[in-house]
């Protein structure tokens, strides 16, 4: 069973639903006890960084959530605000203290060229910098869709998988023992989004 | 490097796929959810749902709409039409919308757009803006509702939106829409030039090469087109095809 966590940011039944269609056994929860159930974790999330951490708060799920992914060591499938909460601090409205578990900041995007419109918006291709298990079977297939304005720089540049460009470089995945994020949308990403589905559900970190 | 991206546009009623010509005599062409899997497969970038269901009781229509979709096609899908309040944006990401699109209410609730992008997000709050050419062929910003419009110049509202917090503005010529003869190109490369935020044209193409000439001429980031890909043979596939031979950067494989 894995576990999408409900904290009341967005689009979790685009994620459940995406899951599922990979073949996973899903529960939507907010529950610590499911969270300790579980054999996988996934946070997604839409919306700004200091809402997240306050209704992860809220809910009493940050402590649950370290034990399970840094303690138990649990696969962890961060999406979007799912990774940009693993840094220590974001800059979205405000300055907001983060999870922490990869330590850095998320900051909002500074591009060179005026041109470059903020939001990025739509579909980009990434590179992979860590390869593994995760990227198996996309081959060059990696455009995947991007939607956010914000975006993580992780402490540690061997934290980094996979880079895009956008003006700038920036960190499109992160891995780190058994945590993984991605800044884009693999529940929106069509075939390579589900193939990557496919991919952490199999993962053995 | 970013794609520009090709979006079909859906207007739905009452639960169907309906197609007009400037927004009028609407008919029937089919169910949504269909018509959104033939997207899907064909690698389209994304899906515009516009509902323009006129009593607030059938409403519920288009959340079915959008869960089913969402349960079907993993791919982006911005939502519009008769979003007027918080909850209302609330709803329609929860039934799996990756953006909602604010149209006749950017107008009148500046608020809306405000509090919409503090509480869900700048990317997630698309502001739709109608224009018609007026008299003297002056660009002006419409609404289909009567209400008065506070800023004529589609530039310059298009500015004052994002400044409120729009994400993306979703451009469409009242006067070319449906009518296939392509996208009022002058003004488009007006909006896109006054704001920091993407683009999408929409209202008139007809043709593969009208979609080239938004992205060539107005550099919109994205296309959104209904009548071409639901009444010629033209398909995203095809329009994927004549837009990467024309040079616009737009995904090369699916």
């Known amino acids: 069973m894995i576990v999408v966590v409900d904290y009341g940011m967005g689009n979790i039944r685009s994620v459940s639903k995406a899951f599922e269609a990979c073949g996973a056994d899903v529960t939507v929860s907010s529950k610590p006890e499911d969270l300790k159930k579980a054999e996988r974790i996934v946070l997604p999330g839409v919306g700004a960084f200091g809402d997240s951490m306050a209704n992860l708060k809220k809910r009493e799920l940050i402590e649950p959530l370290r034990e399970e992914v840094l303690v138990s060591k649990k696969p962890y499938f961060g999406i979007c605000l799912g990774m940009q909460i693993l840094a220590d601090s974001g800059e979205e409205k405000g300055s907001h203290r983060g999870l922490g578990w990869l330590g850095g900041r998320t900051v909002m995007f500074q591009l060179p060229d005026p041109q470059l419109k903020v939001p990025h918006i739509g579909w980009n291709d990434i590179k992979v910098v860590k390869d593994g298990p995760l990227w198996a079977g996309l081959g060059r297939k990696l455009d995947f869709y991007f939607v956010h304005s914000f975006h993580f720089e992780p402490k540690n540049a061997s934290d980094v998988a996979a880079t895009c460009n956008y003006g700038i470089d920036f960190t499109a995945a992160v891995l780190h023992e058994n945590i993984f994020a991605t800044q884009f949308h693999p529940e929106k990403s069509q075939e390579s989004g589900l193939r990557m589905i496919r991919n952490f559900l199999a993962w053995k970190p | ?254």
């Open chain 2, 1 to 254: 490097m970013l794609r520009k991206r090709i979006i079909p546009s859906l207007l739905l009623k009452e639960g169907r796929c309906v197609k007009g010509v400037k927004f009028a005599d609407h008919r029937d062409v089919g169910n949504p959810v269909t018509a959104a899997k033939v997207y899907d497969a064909q690698g389209a970038d994304e899906l515009l749902f516009l509902d323009i269901t006129a009593s607030r009781e059938k409403r519920d229509t288009l959340f079915h709409v959008v869960e089913e979709t969402a349960e079907n096609c993993f791919m982006p899908l911005t939502v519009g039409g008769g979003v007027k309040t918080l909850e209302d944006i609330r709803c329609l990401l929860l039934a799996g919308a990756d953006k909602v699109l604010i149209n006749t209410a950017a107008l009148s609730d500046s608020e809306l757009i405000c509090q919409g992008a503090t509480q869900f997000g700048d990317q997630c709050i698309v502001v739709g803006i109608d224009f018609v050419r007026g008299r003297n062929g002056q660009a002006e910003v419409i609404s289909h509702a009567g209400a008065p419009v506070p800023e004529k110049d589609p530039a310059r509202w298009a500015r004052r939106v994002t400044e409120l917090g729009a994400g993306e503005i979703v451009l469409t010529s009242f006067d070319r829409e449906g009518t296939r003869e392509g996208y009022d190109l002058e003004t488009t490369k007006c909006v896109v030039d006054a704001v920091s935020v993407p683009v999408i044209a929409a209202g008139g193409a007809g043709s593969l090469q009208h979609l080239a000439d938004a992205f060539q001429t107005a550099n919109v980031s994205a296309v959104s087109a209904g009548s071409i890909f639901h009444f010629t043979d033209q398909s995203v596939i095809k329009a994927r095809a004549f837009l990467k031979t024309a040079g616009v950067n737009v995904r090369p494989y699916l």
